[in-house]
Every structure is written in structure tokens, then in C-alpha cells.
């Protein structure tokens, strides 16, 4: 009885080898087309962002700016005398999609070097992959300590990490706000969100306040009123929202409707023009933690925003920057590499000195840089440089 | 019996040859790492897909909590093999017996349910598994698991596939058990009218097939390397269901071809000019919707590739291909 | 006790909302057995189809409801005729594939240059929030025109069902629709009109959606959708008063579960109960025991 059922479990496989197949014949004739002849003349690094999923503006934010990175380089002379190109992936902001997409990108597009991306639960596999090829990585806005330990010295970040935002937030809050008691409200879901809210408190509750209240929401959730409802009878000095903006919007919005009047203090994910859109008036006056702000005089940023608006038509955000200069260091690398042998610039890169568009860039031994934390404040819509903050 | 065992043999030596041809390619670099990456990626979520047929396509069970199961059977592994130290391979079979286990447990009160009320019950159920390991600090919560080892080679997942897809084929077709399972999905009451147990046969289908979730999910952890809850929330049960859906239900090599087809497409968009990039998950889902409408059975709808169909087929190729030859020939000549 | 009261005010607000996108839900389904997954995401683009008759239109309030209403019967219909219809009596899975295609669909196009592009949109406020304050409890008039439009909603569609011809048509064609074709009835035109309704009024919801939580983005539909599929199968699917009481149930029970259980564990808890109760009553809280499902 046995015979059919491994008779048919053959021709499966065969069928098997036969997509497959059928898959691998397809591209790879085309990619050997494509190396071949362009080999000499350019140099190709890969991008990933999330250009489709649920945060497609972060995205295509974060790919714009890398587009600009790559046009000024170019139009400065190009690395080692040849063009720069950049090929951008997609990883639909789901762990399981960032590594086919950087595995893609190493094995054939044959990239020297790959940027991004930006949620940690997407830059963790995606710095093994880094790792067992040996490709250096530039994660641009994945703040979860992890990425760059599970990267085995081969991958780097342009932003800072999760602990070091949770500290100023903390210290900012105390400091500056004079805030004794705070309340955190963030996502449970969210890597992100609970990494740095976890940080906030030890450091808040250790620099003398006090985290009076600690709960979550779930992720897709929009109705914060309950919560919230909590939050107002027990009149805090500062409520610490670590989430994207768009949700934080709506939190706010809510918390002003329920008389919440207490200062309300942000981290980088608040960096977007949707802030302002969703938040409104509500998000007035508040504070976030962010790697850059667009209203100073550093004449650099000033260009950069500029040309972002004239080439894009909208605002940049701080991703859009982040992703600039991850792409900057990678082509500072190369240049000082001298070649694009992956260890070389792996160690151009740990001796990065490099001046960024906002901030200048070293890193620290565990490769993540040693730069400051910007506190901007939204007022009149517009995100405004508030305050500077060096990590000790 | 003679005749079985030839067959036997042959099979294995089929199996044998095929995994050579696959180990040569990759060996070669005739397949580099990226597709045997996509490759292995299409082993693992096959052992899952084919258990979800046997629940979903032969039992006739609405189940929307599959991914649930995977998430079981990853974090068990996960846990086992880099905090306890255990072998990967007693973890693969300790993913699976969780899984099962827990299938059994669950499944006792809510197989009792039909159609769409059982399969809210399952979905319901896969996002209570998830809220719970977010909340729980020792599996990480929201961060996750990382740093866990990579051993899903290609070797064990062909081996697991090709295991799996045995003993599924071997249950329907060739057990007494197997008819029971069939007549459950066909008609319920006139099984239990025959004095079929139901209840216990739909338990029997549902260990088995989410053990299979669980095996994968243990694969699943040790291939990416780095597990989150989110990565097997609701919208992976569904993308599971495609899977077999696409193939033909209640076909297993339908479910192999869904499979692949499934997990090929997206990246195989990826190489499409960037006018077209930019359009991928809209391509995908007219592509999805256009396949259901031009094949609602599935690809295979309950029939399977066999060597006999296979023969014929190439037999009426090669007759078409003769012909047409003979006839230019004739042309020649004339 | 005033802020036990608030958060009941704040359960049946949200509540309302799910009720609101259940109703539809549940008459598809009670009417053609489909669970169109896709519905959560006409919700979505009800809204914003709201938000471009609001901006671009200059509409007010009632005619940008009736446009997106319009806009969005149309789509359902079509998406009915296109890729639904042709599978009418295909498997309940292969449909339900169909659904969530469909539902990809329309996240990926709206999303597209074209139409809304990537970036998340603010809904205008199209009628100014106005707060009133009862003895220490609070809630908005935004609040009560959810509430409002629910229930009206609930009643004007339980009249259609059980007093009209076309109900009476559409309760046949549910019961057995052959024997509805045999009968004259025109199913085709049925299950059009069906989806249009169901259609329109997952468009009402969007709006209403919208007003409350003034965030547009193509998967804001995806949870609000899930949790109102739950209130649908919790007051017994295909029932629309029960899918009213069910997103009231569903509204309370995530909000006190938040508050005086765990934030953490609520959709847990949600999803427990709903378990819990149709192990006991496997129909649901309003159906009838003896209808095979």
C-alpha cells in the first residue's frame, strides 16, 4: 500500500526542485548581466526601509533621504572615483521579510555594504545575516541594543540606543521639567516602546521621581480614554509617551480633552510631520528626544531640508537624515578603505571620524556612536531645537 | 509485497537523487544563498501548511489560530536549546509535543464547535497566545528572542518536509483512521450515524497537524534566528490558510506548489524595475484574487501529482510532439 | 464611583463604535454567510472618502457621510460582482482568501501616489468637539453622535430586515437560496443590495471613526474590524441587535478589563470571554439554538 504514497512524494519534490528552479533561472541570468558590465564603474550599497506594511511614510522618509546621500556623493566626485548606486529593498516592517530582503541584497545585487532599517525587530536578523556573510551594516534607526550586539562587530547604527534616550528623557524630565511624579503610557506590542519605557524608569525613579503610573495599550488600539481617565486623577508632573506618531497623537489629543494639562515628553519615533497632523494643538509645547532638529543654523541641515522639500515636495524627518548620513558612512568607509573588501571598511568604519550633516560621528566599542541627544520642542506646528544633551 | 518494496526504493532513491541535485546547486553556487535562504524558507512554512491542510482541507475544520501553534513550538525550542542547552533535534520533537499537546487540550472543548464560530474561537486563541508571551518578561515579551543559534539547515528541513508529508499521506489514504478523517469533513452526521467517533477523530487531526505547526515553528526560530510575538499574530494564520488554500485543499502536493508559489512571488517581485517596486503588495494581492477567481479549488483541487499522471502527461507531450515532427517531416519529404 | 462611571461612559463610547462597524458585518454574513474580511477595509476607505469630500469636496458634515456612503455601496457592489460573486459556490475558505486579497488590495491602492499617498492624514474636524461636564463625568458631543448614529442605524436596518419587501427577500435568500430563486427572487439583485447597505454603513462607521480618532492610515481599519467581527459572532452572527449589544459588550469589557484588571491582558480577556461564552451558548448571546450554522 506503501508504494503510492512515496511514488507521489517524488514527483512533489521533483515539482519542488522544478519551482525553485524555475525561480532561480528567472534572476540570476539577469544578475550576472547586470554585475558583469557594470562591475567597473560603479559601486552598489543596498537600502532597506519599509516601504510597504504599515509605516510606509517612515519609509519612503528614510529612502528619500538615502537617495539625496547618494546624489551628493556622486555629484562630489563619487567614492574612489566611481558612482555611487544604491539599490533599495523593501521589508514590509516584519522580522520575517528584513532578512530575505538583505540576503537579497549580499548575495545578488553583491552589495559592498547594506543601510538600514529602521524597526529593531527587522535590524536584529537582519545583523545575523550581516554577520555570517560578512558584510558591514549601518542600521539607521533601530535603537534596541541588541542589533548591534547580534551583529558581531560587522554592523554599526547612525542613531543612538534605547538606553541612552530612555536616560535623557528621564534626566530631562527631572531637570528641566522639575517633574517629581510621571505616568507612562505605551504599547505592549512594540519592542521599541517597551525598551525605552523600561529605561525611562529605572532612571526616573532612580534620579529621585517617581513612575506612578505604568500601563499599555495594544498595538491598532485608537481609544486611550480609560487609561487616561486613570492618568487625571492622579496628577502627574509628566507623562512619557514613547511611541510612533501618529498613535501618540491620538493619546494626546485625548489626554488634553480629558484635562490632562501636565507636560507630555516624547521620543524619537515622534520625529514626523504627522505629529503635528494627527496631534494638533494638543502636541503643543511638548518635548521629544530626537537625533536631529531642523530649526537651527547649522547651515548643513538648513541645505539638506531644503533640497529634500524641492526634490520630494514635503518635509524631511529625522529618519530622512539618519538615512542621509548612514549612507554617508558607508561611503566614508569605502573612500578611506580604499576598496570595497567588507573588513576594510568594517575598519574604517570602526575609525570613523566623520562630521555628519546635524551631528558628528565616532564610534564606541560596541559600535554604536558616540553622539548627542537632541530635546526639541513642538511649538507653532514646527519642531524647535529646545535643548542639547552629551552623554557622559 | 515484492512490488512495495521496489517502489520503496525507488522513492527513497528519487528522494536521494533530488537532494543531491538541490546539494550540488548549492554547493556550485548554481543557487546561491539568497535562494537557498527562500528555499528553506518555503521547507519550514510547508511542514506548517501541510498540517493546516489536514486539519483545514481533509478534517474539514475551520482554524484560524494556526500560527499560534508555531509560535508555540518556536518559542519552546528557542527557550530549550539556548537558555537549557538542549540538542536542537530533541527540541524540534519537544516543539512538536508541546504543540500537540496543547492542540489536544484546547481542541477538547472547542472542536465541539462548527464552521465559523470554531474559527473565531481559534483566532481568538492565537492573540491570547500572543498578548501572553508579551507579557511575559522571561520569553522576552515585545523583544523578543535573539541570539538563538542557527541550525535549520536545508538537510533537516527536507527531511522533516518529506517525513511530514509521508505520514499525513499515509493517514488519509492508507488508515482506517484516515477514512474516518475524511468522513468527518463529508458529512458529520451520517459519520456519527456509522458509530465514528467524531469528536476524538477531530482531536486526532488537530494534534497532529498543529505538532506540525509546532515542528515548523521550532524550525522557524532556529532559521531567522530572532522571534517576536508579532511575527505569528493572526495575519500569518492567514497567510498559512493561502497556502493551502491556493494549492487545493485536501491536495498535499497542492500544498507543496501553494506553498512555494506563495513565498517565491513576493521576492520574486523584488527583481521587477523600480516603477513596479514600488507596486509589490499591490501586484501580490491582484495576483492572490485573480488565482482564486480563475482556480477556486486550488491549484491541484483535491488531486495529486503521481507518477502514472505524470507519465501520461509527458506521454501526451511527447505523442503531440511526435506528430507535429512526423508531420513537418513529411513536409520534408513531400 | 465617578470614575467607575467615566470609564462606563468611555466603554460605551468605544462600544459604539464597534457596534457600528458589527451591524454591517453581521448582515453580510447573516444574508450570504460570507465573512468579508474586506469590510474593515471599506471602512477604511469610507473614511477616506470622507476626508477628501470634507477637504477637497468642501462638503459639510451630512452631505460628506451621504457621498461616502454612496462611494463606498458602489465599491461593495462591485467588489461583490468582481471577486466575489464568480465563487458564490466555491469552498468558504476559498472566499475567504478572496476576502483577504480583496483586503490587501485596497490597503496597498490607497496607499498608492495616486490617491493618498503613504503618510498618515488627520480627519478634519468637520464638526467642532464640544465637551459637557455632568457632575464630575464628562464625554463629548462627538460621543453621543456615535452612540446616535448606531442605534439609529441598528433600528433603520432591523426595520429593512423584518418589515420590507427587500427584507423579506433578503431573509429568504438566507434561508435557502435556491429555493428564494425558485420563489422570484432575484438573487443577484439581493446580494447587491446587501453588500451596498452593508457597504454604506461600514462607510458611516469610517466617518464616524474618524471624527473620534482623527488619525487616517490604510490599516486603521484592520483591529477596529477584528474587534467588531468578535461583537458580531458574540451576539450571535447574523443578528443585528445582537451585533449591537455585542460591541457594547466587547466596548465595556475592554475598557473595565483595562482599568481594573490589566492593561496588558485586556484583548486578552476579551477573547477569553467571547471562548467562554460560546462554549456555553455555541450560537452566540441572541441565537437561536436550533439554526444549523
Given at each position: 500500500?506503501?508504494?503510492?504514497?512515496?511514488?507521489?512524494?517524488?514527483?512533489?519534490?521533483?515539482?519542488?526542485?522544478?519551482?525553485?528552479?524555475?525561480?532561480?533561472?528567472?534572476?540570476?541570468?539577469?544578475?550576472?548581466?547586470?554585475?558583469?558590465?557594470?562591475?567597473?564603474?560603479?559601486?552598489?550599497?543596498?537600502?532597506?526601509?519599509?516601504?510597504?506594511?504599515?509605516?510606509?511614510?517612515?519609509?519612503?522618509?528614510?529612502?528619500?533621504?538615502?537617495?539625496?546621500?547618494?546624489?551628493?556623493?556622486?555629484?562630489?566626485?563619487?567614492?574612489?572615483?566611481?558612482?555611487?548606486?544604491?539599490?533599495?529593498?523593501?521589508?514590509?516592517?516584519?522580522?520575517?521579510?528584513?532578512?530575505?530582503?538583505?540576503?537579497?541584497?549580499?548575495?545578488?545585487?553583491?552589495?559592498?555594504?547594506?543601510?538600514?532599517?529602521?524597526?529593531?525587530?527587522?535590524?536584529?536578523?537582519?545583523?545575523?545575516?550581516?554577520?555570517?556573510?560578512?558584510?558591514?551594516?549601518?542600521?539607521?534607526?533601530?535603537?534596541?541594543?541588541?542589533?548591534?550586539?547580534?551583529?558581531?562587530?560587522?554592523?554599526?547604527?547612525?542613531?543612538?540606543?534605547?538606553?541612552?534616550?530612555?536616560?535623557?528623557?528621564?534626566?530631562?524630565?527631572?531637570?528641566?521639567?522639575?517633574?517629581?511624579?510621571?505616568?507612562?503610557?505605551?504599547?505592549?506590542?512594540?519592542?521599541?516602546?517597551?525598551?525605552?519605557?523600561?529605561?525611562?524608569?529605572?532612571?526616573?525613579?532612580?534620579?529621585?521621581?517617581?513612575?506612578?503610573?505604568?500601563?499599555?495599550?495594544?498595538?491598532?488600539?485608537?481609544?486611550?480614554?480609560?487609561?487616561?481617565?486613570?492618568?487625571?486623577?492622579?496628577?502627574?508632573?509628566?507623562?512619557?509617551?514613547?511611541?510612533?506618531?501618529?498613535?501618540?497623537?491620538?493619546?494626546?489629543?485625548?489626554?488634553?480633552?480629558?484635562?490632562?494639562?501636565?507636560?507630555?515628553?516624547?521620543?524619537?519615533?515622534?520625529?514626523?510631520?504627522?505629529?503635528?497632523?494627527?496631534?494638533?494643538?494638543?502636541?503643543?509645547?511638548?518635548?521629544?528626544?530626537?537625533?536631529?532638529?531642523?530649526?537651527?543654523?547649522?547651515?548643513?541641515?538648513?541645505?539638506?531640508?531644503?533640497?529634500?522639500?524641492?526634490?520630494?515636495?514635503?518635509?524631511?524627518?529625522?529618519?530622512?537624515?539618519?538615512?542621509?548620513?548612514?549612507?554617508?558612512?558607508?561611503?566614508?568607509?569605502?573612500?578611506?578603505?580604499?576598496?570595497?573588501?567588507?573588513?576594510?571598511?568594517?575598519?574604517?568604519?570602526?575609525?570613523?571620524?566623520?562630521?555628519?550633516?546635524?551631528?558628528?560621528?565616532?564610534?564606541?566599542?560596541?559600535?554604536?556612536?558616540?553622539?548627542?541627544?537632541?530635546?526639541?520642542?513642538?511649538?507653532?506646528?514646527?519642531?524647535?531645537?529646545?535643548?542639547?544633551?552629551?552623554?557622559? | 509485497?515484492?512490488?512495495?518494496?521496489?517502489?520503496?526504493?525507488?522513492?527513497?532513491?528519487?528522494?536521494?537523487?533530488?537532494?543531491?541535485?538541490?546539494?550540488?546547486?548549492?554547493?556550485?553556487?548554481?543557487?546561491?544563498?539568497?535562494?537557498?535562504?527562500?528555499?528553506?524558507?518555503?521547507?519550514i512554512f510547508l511542514i506548517s501548511a501541510l498540517g493546516l491542510n489536514l486539519i483545514l482541507g481533509f478534517t474539514?475544520q475551520f482554524t484560524l489560530g494556526h500560527a499560534a501553534f508555531m509560535s508555540i513550538g518556536a518559542?519552546?525550542?528557542?527557550?530549550?536549546?539556548?537558555?537549557?542547552?538542549?540538542?536542537?533535534?530533541?527540541?524540534?520533537?519537544?516543539a512538536a509535543?508541546?504543540a500537540a499537546?496543547l492542540a489536544?487540550?484546547i481542541g477538547?472543548?472547542i472542536l465541539?464547535?462548527?464552521?465559523?464560530?470554531l474559527a473565531i474561537c481559534t483566532l481568538g486563541f492565537g492573540e491570547i497566545v500572543k498578548?501572553?508571551?508579551?507579557?511575559?518578561?522571561?520569553?522576552?515579551?515585545?523583544?523578543?528572542?535573539?541570539?538563538?543559534?542557527?541550525?535549520?539547515?536545508?538537510?533537516?528541513?527536507?527531511?522533516?518536509?518529506?517525513?511530514c508529508?509521508?505520514?499525513i499521506?499515509?493517514?488519509?489514504?492508507?488508515?482506517?483512521?484516515?477514512?474516518?478523517?475524511?468522513?468527518?469533513?463529508?458529512?458529520?452526521?451520517?459519520?456519527?450515524?456509522?458509530?465514528?467517533?467524531?469528536?476524538?477523530?477531530?482531536?486526532?487531526a488537530f494534534a497532529i497537524g498543529c505538532g506540525m505547526a509546532g515542528l515548523a515553528g521550532?524550525?522557524f526560530?532556529?532559521?531567522?534566528?530572532?522571534?517576536?510575538?508579532?511575527s505569528f499574530d493572526f495575519s500569518k494564520s492567514f497567510e498559512l490558510m493561502t497556502y493551502v488554500v491556493?494549492?487545493?485543499m485536501?491536495?498535499?502536493?497542492?500544498t507543496?506548489?501553494g506553498t512555494?508559489?506563495?513565498?517565491?512571488?513576493?521576492?520574486?517581485?523584488?527583481?521587477?524595475?523600480?516603477?513596479?517596486?514600488?507596486?509589490?503588495?499591490?501586484?501580490?494581492?491582484?495576483?492572490?484574487?485573480?488565482?482564486?477567481?480563475?482556480?477556486?479549488?486550488?491549484?491541484?483541487?483535491?488531486?495529486?501529482?503521481?507518477?502514472?499522471?505524470?507519465?501520461?502527461?509527458?506521454?501526451?507531450?511527447?505523442?503531440?510532439?511526435?506528430?507535429?515532427?512526423?508531420?513537418?517531416?513529411?513536409?520534408?519529404?513531400? | 464611583?465617578?470614575?467607575?462611571?467615566?470609564?462606563?461612559?468611555?466603554?460605551?463610547?468605544?462600544?459604539?463604535?464597534?457596534?457600528?462597524?458589527?451591524?454591517?458585518?453581521?448582515?453580510?454574513?447573516?444574508?450570504?454567510?460570507?465573512?468579508?474580511?474586506?469590510?474593515?477595509?471599506?471602512?477604511?476607505?469610507?473614511?477616506?472618502?470622507?476626508?477628501?469630500?470634507?477637504?477637497?469636496?468642501?462638503?459639510?458634515?451630512?452631505?460628506?457621510?451621504?457621498?461616502?456612503?454612496?462611494?463606498?455601496?458602489?465599491?461593495?457592489?462591485?467588489?461583490?460582482?468582481?471577486?466575489?460573486?464568480?465563487?458564490?459556490?466555491?469552498?468558504?475558505e476559498?472566499?475567504l482568501i478572496?476576502?483577504i486579497?480583496?483586503?490587501?488590495?485596497?490597503?496597498?491602492?490607497?496607499?498608492?501616489?495616486?490617491?493618498?499617498?503613504?503618510?498618515?492624514?488627520?480627519?478634519?474636524?468637520?464638526?467642532?468637539?464640544?465637551?459637557?461636564?455632568?457632575?464630575?463625568?464628562?464625554?463629548?458631543?462627538?460621543?453621543?453622535?456615535?452612540?446616535?448614529?448606531?442605534?439609529?442605524?441598528?433600528?433603520?436596518?432591523?426595520?429593512?430586515?423584518?418589515?420590507?419587501?427587500?427584507?423579506?427577500?433578503?431573509?429568504?435568500?438566507?434561508?435557502?437560496?435556491?429555493?428564494?430563486?425558485?420563489?422570484?427572487?432575484?438573487?443577484?439583485?439581493?446580494?447587491?443590495?446587501?453588500?451596498?447597505?452593508?457597504?454604506?454603513?461600514?462607510?458611516?462607521?469610517?466617518?464616524?471613526?474618524?471624527?473620534?480618532?482623527?488619525?487616517?492610515?490604510?490599516?486603521?481599519?484592520?483591529?477596529?474590524?477584528?474587534?467588531?467581527?468578535?461583537?458580531?459572532?458574540?451576539?450571535?452572527?447574523?443578528?443585528?441587535?445582537?451585533?449591537?449589544?455585542?460591541?457594547?459588550?466587547?466596548?465595556?469589557?475592554?475598557?473595565?478589563?483595562?482599568?481594573?484588571?490589566?492593561?496588558?491582558?485586556?484583548?486578552?480577556?476579551?477573547?477569553?470571554?467571547?471562548?467562554?461564552?460560546?462554549?456555553?451558548?455555541?450560537?452566540?448571546?441572541?441565537?437561536?439554538?436550533?439554526?444549523?450554522?
Open positions: 500500500m506503501k508504494k503510492n504514497v512515496f511514488a507521489k512524494m517524488g514527483c512533489t519534490i521533483l515539482s519542488l526542485v522544478l519551482t525553485a528552479a524555475m525561480v532561480t533561472g528567472c534572476s540570476s541570468s539577469k544578475s550576472s548581466s547586470d554585475g558583469g558590465k557594470e562591475e567597473s564603474a560603479e559601486i552598489v550599497i543596498g537600502g532597506v526601509f519599509p516601504l510597504t506594511g504599515d509605516i510606509p511614510g517612515i519609509g519612503s522618509a528614510m529612502e528619500n533621504g538615502a537617495k539625496l546621500a547618494v546624489a551628493d556623493i556622486n555629484a562630489a566626485g563619487g567614492v574612489l572615483g566611481k558612482t555611487l548606486k544604491l539599490i533599495s529593498e523593501d521589508d514590509q516592517n516584519q522580522a520575517s521579510v528584513a532578512p530575505n530582503a538583505i540576503s537579497k541584497l549580499i548575495d545578488q545585487d553583491k552589495v559592498a555594504g547594506v543601510v538600514g532599517t529602521y524597526a529593531s525587530s527587522c535590524s536584529i536578523p537582519m545583523a545575523t545575516i550581516a554577520k555570517e556573510r560578512g558584510i558591514p551594516m549601518i542600521s539607521i534607526a533601530s535603537t534596541n541594543e541588541k542589533v548591534t550586539q547580534e551583529g558581531g562587530g560587522y554592523v554599526f547604527r547612525a542613531c543612538f540606543i534605547d538606553p541612552l534616550q530612555g536616560k535623557v528623557g528621564a534626566q530631562f524630565a527631572l531637570q528641566k521639567l522639575s517633574a517629581a511624579k510621571a505616568a507612562m503610557l505605551y504599547d505592549k506590542s512594540q519592542d521599541y516602546c517597551v525598551g525605552i519605557a523600561d529605561k525611562f524608569k529605572t532612571n526616573f525613579n532612580e534620579g529621585g521621581g517617581e513612575v506612578v503610573f505604568d500601563e499599555t495599550y495594544n498595538r491598532g488600539d485608537s481609544d486611550f480614554k480609560a487609561l487616561l481617565t486613570k492618568i487625571a486623577g492622579l496628577n502627574v508632573d509628566v507623562l512619557y509617551l514613547p511611541d510612533n506618531y501618529s498613535t501618540v497623537g491620538l493619546i494626546a489629543k485625548q489626554a488634553r480633552e480629558l484635562g490632562i494639562t501636565c507636560a507630555i515628553l516624547g521620543s524619537d519615533s515622534w520625529s514626523d510631520p504627522g505629529l503635528v497632523t494627527v496631534g494638533g494643538s494638543a502636541v503643543e509645547g511638548c518635548y521629544f528626544t530626537d537625533h536631529v532638529s531642523f530649526e537651527t543654523d547649522n547651515p548643513k541641515v538648513k541645505e539638506f531640508a531644503e533640497k529634500y522639500k524641492s526634490q520630494f515636495g514635503s518635509e524631511p524627518s529625522g529618519f530622512s537624515v539618519l538615512s542621509y548620513e548612514a549612507v554617508l558612512l558607508m561611503a566614508n568607509a569605502i573612500e578611506k578603505a580604499g576598496s570595497t573588501d567588507s573588513s576594510a571598511i568594517v575598519d574604517a568604519l570602526k575609525a570613523t571620524d566623520m562630521e555628519g550633516l546635524a551631528s558628528n560621528y565616532k564610534f564606541d566599542s560596541d559600535n554604536n556612536p558616540i553622539k548627542s541627544v537632541v530635546i526639541n520642542q513642538v511649538k507653532d506646528g514646527k519642531f524647535v531645537f529646545a535643548e542639547e544633551i552629551q552623554p557622559e | 509485497m515484492k512490488e512495495t518494496y521496489k517502489k520503496y526504493i525507488k522513492v527513497v532513491i528519487g528522494l536521494i537523487v533530488a537532494y543531491a541535485v538541490f546539494q550540488i546547486l548549492f554547493q556550485t553556487g548554481m543557487i546561491n544563498s539568497y535562494y537557498n535562504r527562500i528555499i528553506r524558507q518555503i521547507g474539514g518559542y519552546t525550542s528557542a527557550i530549550l536549546t539556548r537558555n537549557f542547552g538542549v540538542p536542537f533535534l530533541l527540541a524540534l520533537i519537544a509535543f508541546t499537546v489536544i487540550i477538547y472543548p465541539r464547535l462548527t464552521g465559523d464560530y498578548v501572553f508571551i508579551q507579557n511575559v518578561d522571561y520569553l522576552g515579551g515585545a523583544r523578543g528572542i535573539s541570539g538563538i543559534e542557527n541550525k535549520s539547515g536545508f538537510t533537516v528541513i527536507f527531511v522533516l518536509a518529506a517525513l508529508f509521508a505520514i499521506m499515509n493517514l488519509i489514504h492508507h488508515s482506517s483512521k484516515g477514512r474516518a478523517i475524511l468522513s468527518v469533513k463529508e458529512d458529520e452526521i451520517a459519520a456519527q450515524a456509522m458509530g465514528i467517533n467524531t469528536t476524538k477523530y477531530k482531536i486526532i521550532g524550525l526560530a532556529h532559521f531567522s534566528q530572532f522571534i517576536d510575538p508579532k491556493l494549492g487545493g485536501g491536495s498535499l502536493s497542492g507543496v506548489i512555494s508559489i506563495l513565498i517565491a512571488l513576493p521576492e520574486w517581485l523584488r527583481g521587477l524595475s523600480d516603477v513596479v517596486k514600488e507596486y509589490r503588495m499591490l501586484i501580490y494581492a491582484i495576483m492572490l484574487v485573480s488565482m482564486m477567481l480563475f482556480r477556486p479549488q486550488g491549484i491541484m483541487g483535491t488531486k495529486e501529482i503521481t507518477v502514472a499522471g505524470l507519465k501520461n502527461f509527458f506521454g501526451k507531450i511527447k505523442r503531440i510532439f511526435r506528430s507535429s515532427s512526423t508531420s513537418v517531416n513529411k513536409g520534408k519529404e513531400a | 464611583m465617578t470614575e467607575f462611571l467615566q470609564q462606563i461612559i468611555n466603554g460605551i463610547s468605544l462600544g459604539s463604535v464597534y457596534a457600528l462597524i458589527s451591524i454591517g458585518y453581521t448582515m453580510v454574513y447573516g444574508i450570504i454567510k460570507l465573512i468579508n474580511f474586506a469590510h474593515c477595509d471599506i471602512f477604511m476607505v469610507g473614511a477616506y472618502t470622507g476626508y477628501f469630500a470634507i477637504t477637497t469636496l468642501r462638503l459639510g458634515f451630512i452631505p460628506a457621510l451621504f457621498f461616502s456612503m454612496a462611494v463606498c455601496a458602489l465599491l461593495g457592489v462591485v467588489i461583490e460582482r468582481v471577486a466575489y460573486k464568480p465563487l458564490r459556490n466555491s469552498a468558504k476559498t472566499l478572496t476576502t486579497g480583496v483586503e490587501l488590495f485596497l490597503q496597498n491602492i490607497i496607499k498608492t501616489k495616486a490617491l493618498a499617498g503613504p503618510n498618515v492624514l488627520n480627519f478634519p474636524e468637520v464638526i467642532p468637539t464640544a465637551t459637557f461636564k455632568i457632575g464630575g463625568l464628562q464625554f463629548s458631543n462627538i460621543q453621543l453622535i456615535t452612540l446616535g448614529i448606531s442605534v439609529i442605524m441598528c433600528a433603520a436596518l432591523q426595520f429593512l430586515i423584518s418589515k420590507t419587501n427587500t427584507g423579506r427577500a433578503m431573509r429568504a435568500t438566507s434561508y435557502d437560496r435556491d429555493a428564494a430563486a425558485l420563489m422570484g427572487i432575484n438573487i443577484n439583485r439581493i446580494i447587491s443590495v446587501t453588500f451596498a447597505i452593508g457597504s454604506a454603513l461600514a462607510a458611516t462607521g469610517g466617518i464616524v471613526f474618524g471624527m473620534l480618532y482623527p488619525k487616517l492610515e490604510p490599516i486603521m481599519g484592520v483591529m477596529p474590524g477584528l474587534k467588531a467581527f468578535v461583537a458580531a459572532v458574540l451576539g450571535g452572527i447574523g443578528i443585528v441587535p445582537g451585533a449591537m449589544v455585542g460591541g457594547l459588550s466587547i466596548g465595556l469589557i475592554e475598557t473595565l478589563s483595562k482599568v481594573y484588571i490589566s492593561s496588558g491582558l485586556s484583548d486578552a480577556i476579551a477573547f477569553i470571554i467571547l471562548i467562554i461564552i460560546l462554549l456555553v451558548k455555541p450560537t452566540g448571546l441572541f441565537g437561536k439554538r436550533n439554526v444549523k450554522v
